[in-house]
């Protein structure tokens, strides 16, 4: 199952059991504009986020290690305690953990994948951020 088109990039994958689209949106933070595409599901207590897709762009995003910088900052994350591995993005260097994955397609424009691990495993991360790359396929 595809997820369409965000932002110049086409979302190639979407593993059985997550929710529906939940919404779309644009936000700004510290000079680095999102494009951001949510699936989400309905529980008991409200709703929960099952996959984020987020296109980043801003001049800030020099390098992969600029989007990781980025990252820890924007999800108030400890930079030297999150464990990510390198992976080959057919865009472009990135990075993956248990979670998201996220990678530079140019200086200044980047990609973040991120996923509920309760829902969606490693391996279907992986393919979801390897489905995902620019342009109409």
Request: proline share 4%; net charge negative; aromatic share 10%.
């Amino acid at each position: 199952m595809s997820g369409g088109e965000l932002d110049g990039f086409h979302i190639g994958f979407l593993p059985p059991g997550i929710g529906e689209v939940g919404s779309d949106f644009a936000s700004e933070w510290e000079d680095v504009s999102f494009a951001t595409r949510v699936w989400e599901r309905q529980v008991e207590d409200g709703y929960r986020v099952d996959l984020r897709v987020h296109v980043l762009r801003g001049e800030r995003l020099t390098d992969l290690g600029a989007v990781r910088a980025f990252l820890a900052d924007y999800h108030e994350r400890d930079g030297g305690a999150w464990e990510l591995a390198d992976f080959a993005h057919p865009d472009g260097p990135g990075l993956i953990g248990a979670a998201e994955a996220f990678w530079l397609v140019e200086p200044g424009v980047a990609v973040d994948v991120l996923v509920d691990p309760e829902v969606v495993d490693a391996g279907a991360l992986r393919s979801i951020a390897d489905g995902m790359v620019r342009g109409v396929r």
